[in-house]
């Protein structure tokens, strides 16, 4: 990447770095507000899947733990008890307690079941039996299960009957822990209809039986789901509050859109030049920043296009007079017969000629040294080495005239400058012309280079008349027409000080007229950013 566009790609940094901070502080981001939008539903349901799933394990540990004591307090009652109250006992606690008691001998036989003894005092429901309602339930619980990762449960199966020699304790994976680690286990089954089963097995003193508690959990099923039923509600508010907002923030993106594009078209088809792009000041976010860019751009381009305008309409007026001054000469030439006469008439057709010339040089030269400049690749440029060096050559051309041009310097830093050095040479010779016409004889032109850290300063001062204050912005247009007295007429094409602030502005630089130091003469000074050797390492 060239040095010129690495100046550029700065320059428009430092522009929209203000405007950035500007939108950050007055507004929240576009960015920010659709992500906000569009998250919010998101983390509802994230979170109640989160409290879902706690809950519900929540209420599961609880009902361990009481699995649990109910089993160990069962296992001492039957311990204590004699063998032949054991039946009764266990028909009574199951009957009471809603819950199924089975006792395993040593040998790992059931030796009684609470269900064979008493009637059953639950029973477990059969999916196909129940409604739809049921079925797009228990589909939701997987789903849920499904998106949480939760570790598969066993299915609960009813045991065969008593005497069938498949009901043992090998069935249960809990009755053969307990009796190896002599310690309560509880485990998780799910019925068909995916009712939580909840068995505990603890020992039963210490000649090797085992009881197996059998309680269903409906409650803690239907506590769930009424809970996600409850959230549903809420995600579905919150869905449609999200729908909503969603629609106004686009409405609040498109609608100002709308009004940008139908501006921006009203200025392309140029049918009314007082369009004014609207700049948003209330919008804080990108919406608004764009608007301000648009309407800032619309302006730029409007004072382009005016200097054009206005520049095609001095060009056609600078041009017509020598012209008008051409045909009156030729079309005289013919009808005059004394040789004086014919010689001034040449005379001033040549001189003429040569207005023509310089006015459409000059005019070619200002029409194009932007779109050049911009393709430029800047170098180091020693600005004392070039004032010296043009200086010196203007001496043997003999054009200053008997005027004397000086060149000094301030400090002991070179001014030494990233530009195109044609192009500041321009810019010299410029100022040198400029003071040069307005310089009485044997006047003596300064030019007064300085560096000051972030910049370097050039100042030309003249012995002339100086500049009116009023005039001292005026004297940059094109074509200005105020000349030194006693000039010939048409010396100047008007281009050449509008021509060096657009070669400065162009390097980053300034180019004014100021105050003179001692109060008379001119003084024109431009200020171009230095260049520092840690530039050429970064």
Not at 200 to 213: D, F, H, K, M, N
Not at 348 to 373: F, K
């Amino acid at each position: 990447m060239s040095k010129k566009k690495a100046q550029e790609r700065k320059r428009w940094a430092s522009v929209i770095a203000p405007l950035s901070s500007r939108m950050k502080i007055r507004g929240v981001s576009l960015t920010a507000r659709i992500l906000a939008v569009n998250v919010i539903v998101l983390a509802l349901m994230a979170f109640s899947l989160l409290f879902l799933d706690s809950y519900r394990n929540q209420m599961l540990g609880e009902r361990f733990k009481r699995a649990r004591v109910e089993a160990e307090i069962a296992a001492s009652v039957l311990a204590e008890s004699p063998p032949a109250s054991r039946a009764k006992l266990l028909a009574t606690i199951g009957t009471r307690q809603q819950m199924r008691l089975r006792l395993y001998a040593p040998d790992g036989h059931l030796a009684q079941d609470s269900f064979a003894l008493a009637p059953p005092s639950f029973t477990v429901a059969d999916p196909q039996s129940q409604p739809w309602t049921m079925k797009a339930a228990r589909t939701l619980d997987r789903m849920m299960d499904a998106a949480l990762f939760a570790p598969p449960v066993p299915l609960y199966a009813e045991p065969p009957p008593p005497d069938h020699p498949r009901d043992a304790a090998s069935l249960w994976p809990e009755v053969t822990e307990a009796r190896s680690r002599t310690v309560s286990t509880v485990r998780e089954r799910y019925a068909p209809d995916r009712t939580p089963i909840i068995n505990a097995a603890t020992p039963v003193g210490i000649r090797g039986s085992v009881l197996l508690t059998t309680r269903p959990a409906p409650d803690v099923t239907q506590a769930v789901r009424d809970a996600r039923q409850t959230l549903a509600i809420v995600v579905l508010a919150a869905l449609l509050t999200t729908v909503f907002l969603s629609l106004f923030l686009a409405r609040t993106i498109v609608q100002p859109l709308r009004i940008l594009v139908r501006a921006a078209v009203r200025v392309r088809l140029g049918r009314d030049r007082t369009v004014i792009v609207p700049r948003l000041p209330e919008r804080g976010d990108e919406i608004g920043l764009l608007a301000r860019a648009i309407a800032d751009m619309t302006e730029a381009l409007r004072q382009r296009i005016d200097g054009v305008e206005a520049f095609a309409a001095d060009v056609a007026h600078e041009i017509k007079n020598p012209l008008a001054s051409l045909r009156s000469a030729l079309d005289t030439l013919d009808k005059v017969g004394d040789g004086d006469l014919r010689r001034q008439l040449h005379a001033i057709a040549a001189h003429d000629v040569q207005r023509i010339d310089r006015l459409v040089t000059e005019i070619a030269y200002a029409s194009r040294i932007d779109a050049e400049l911009s393709r430029t690749t800047f170098e180091l440029v020693d600005l004392l080495a070039l004032a010296v060096a043009l200086v010196g050559a203007r001496e043997r051309r003999g054009v200053n005239r008997d005027c004397r041009v000086q060149v000094l310097h301030e400090g002991s830093a070179p001014p030494v400058v990233e530009g195109d050095a044609a192009r500041l040479e321009r810019v010299f010779e410029n100022l040198i012309d400029n003071a040069v016409s307005f310089s009485p004889p044997g006047g003596v032109i300064t030019i007064t280079l300085a560096h000051h850290g972030l910049y370097i300063s050039c100042e030309v001062t003249d012995e002339g008349p100086g500049i009116p204050p009023s005039a001292r912005e005026r004297v940059f247009e094109r074509f200005h027409s105020l000349r030194p007295a006693g000039e010939d007429f048409g010396s100047h094409s008007g281009l050449g000080l509008a021509i060096a602030r657009t070669i400065i502005v162009a390097h980053e630089g300034q180019l004014h007229a100021r105050d003179p130091l001692d109060g008379r003469g001119a003084r024109l000074v431009f200020e171009l950013p230095s260049w520092h050797p840690a530039q050429a390492a970064s």
